[in-house]
């Protein structure tokens, strides 16, 4: 009997969840323990889990809708069987479009010998139909490189020569020889390229015709892409866009702001940088060279050196009590195309420098490709967020909740400044500005905090002892 799949809850606040892509078509097998489809939630996007063992018979939904949690996205059962009728769940958007439905099994090379040996005696003319093989999808293609062993590189070259009409074992044939599909003279029905082309190729190199783009004469330059025009639009909001302007109004709503900025000097933390990244250049990999180390990766750092000298800053407010954390889980702004998430670096105030800048890259490889998890982004105690790459002098950001506070760093800017000999020389400023809840912390506890974080990125060698 068949079983309907949910949409599952992948998080605790998660009531709907939009599916972005199916891992699975219609009438692939699956088992327990296949991920069939990618959603996303209000935290991540998150791959769906299948627990049962079968063939996937329907899909209820397309790319691009939304379902509430528990709302049906998929059937699974027997092979043959039918899949029962559910009311739609999907609240918007997406359809399944042409390659949702079924396609038969991959052929193996040998069926595809045998179907070119037909096609050859005129008794099996796909390419007469403009529906046929030269504009199915490429996965077919994809499938048939697989069964002989292509590489990635040959897939990729299968898939770029995609408008050339061509069997898929001579496009394999043609890419583990080196041979551009557009210079051969195809035979087959409709001038399709079949293995036979290929191998006659192959054996006579001379004659290959040049391909179009060698023999034709220097293309004129692309034009330059047209200036976006500019329209009125209304853009739907995703669940990661409602979830932080749900989470944000309730921090400014009900957390009271207070905002602190320190001018500190930036040019020690940026020799540091400078040098340490010169020295591991000059270094081989098995002796720990190859590391490239970031100003974010150096003020995160800081951050966590900081709340040793002032841990009053790591707290966090419980309504009836007041939470001092004894280690620092810092979490840190990563700007993605639809918002703001922030990965969390976990006992940070015991990693080194090169712990947190490594585990600094991986989170943010994940959050930029929507896969962080909501264990990574949970459980903070102290926020960072930077916008000096952007060029950003100074800003406050949003304290994250439940959090105390939240460091927003600027650019290091290169500014006149008054020396200890009250000369005007050239210096190097970083302006670092610090949110706190005042229902957790006051004044004097950001002030001191600060003062600490400015000592430690003045003189960044501290950091590392």
């Known amino acids: 009997m068949a079983t309907i799949i949910d949409m599952p809850k992948l998080s605790d606040t998660m009531t709907v969840g939009t599916l972005v892509k199916w891992l ?4 692939d097998a699956v ?31 397309g790319e691009g809708d939304q379902v ?11 092979k043959g069987e039918s899949a029962p009728e559910v009311k739609s769940s999907g609240k918007a958007g997406g359809k399944v479009d042409d390659s949702d439905a079924p396609e038969p099994a991959p052929e193996t090379v040998e069926q595809e010998e045998k179907k070119e040996e037909k096609s050859s005696d005129g008794k099996d003319d796909k390419d007469a139909d403009p529906t046929s093989a030269a504009n199915e999808p490429s996965l077919k293609v994809e499938n048939a490189a697989e069964a002989a062993g292509a590489t990635g590189a040959q897939l990729d ?11 898929p074992l001579a496009r394999v044939i043609a890419s583990e020889k080196g041979i551009p599909l557009g210079s051969i003279n195809g035979t087959g029905p ?18 290959t015709p040049a391909p179009a783009s060698q023999a034709a004469a220097p293309a004129a330059p692309k034009p330059a892409a047209p200036v976006e025009v500019l329209a009125d639009k209304e853009l739907p909001v995703s669940n990661m866009r409602g979830a932080i302007a749900r989470a944000l109004v309730a921090s400014k709503t009900q957390a009271p702001h207070f905002y602190l900025q320190m001018e500190v000097d930036g040019a020690p933390l940026a020799q540091l940088r400078e ?30 050196e900081a709340v040793r000298r002032v841990p009053a800053i790591n707290r966090a407010w419980k309504e009836k009590t007041i939470v001092q954390y004894g280690s620092v889980h810092l979490a840190f702004g990563v ?20 712990q947190i800048a490594a585990e600094a890259k991986d989170l943010i490889g994940k959050a930029r490709s929507k896969k962080l998890k909501p264990d990574e982004m949970s459980g903070s105690t ?45 210096g190097y400023r970083m302006k670092i500005g610090l949110s706190g809840d005042h229902r957790v912390i006051d004044g004097a506890v950001g002030a001191q905090y600060l003062a600490a974080l400015k000592q430690i990125i003045e003189h960044p060698a501290m950091m590392l002892i």
């Open 335 to 354: 700007a993605i195309d639809d918002g703001l998430v922030t990965p969390v670096i976990r006992h940070a105030e015991t990693k080194s420098l090169r």
């Open 157 to 167: 070259d299968a898939e770029s020569s995609g408008r050339i009409k061509a069997s």
């Open 24 to 27: 699975k078509k219609e009438g």
């Open 68 to 78: 509430e949690v528990g709302g049906a996205i998929a059937a699974v059962g027997e």
């Open 31 to 61: 088992e327990s323990g296949t991920m069939i489809a990618e959603v996303e939630t209000d935290k991540a996007t998150m791959e769906v889990e299948c627990f049962e063992d079968g063939v996937l018979l329907k899909r209820y939904i």
């Open 190 to 207: 409709g001038g399709r390229i079949v293995k036979a082309d290929v191998l006659a190729a192959a054996a006579n190199p001379s004659a």
């Open 382 to 426: 102290l926020t960072v967020t930077n916008l000096g790459m952007f060029g950003i002098s100074d800003f406050y950001g949003i304290i994250n909740p439940p959090n105390a506070a939240i460091l927003s760093i600027g650019a290091t800017v290169k500014t006149p400044v008054v020396d200890e000999n009250d000369n005007i020389t050239i």
């Open 275 to 304: 040098s340490l990244n010169a020295q591991l250049a000059a270094l081989p990999a098995e002796q720990g060279g190859g590391v490239k180390f970031t100003v974010n990766d150096l003020t995160l750092k800081a951050a966590a």
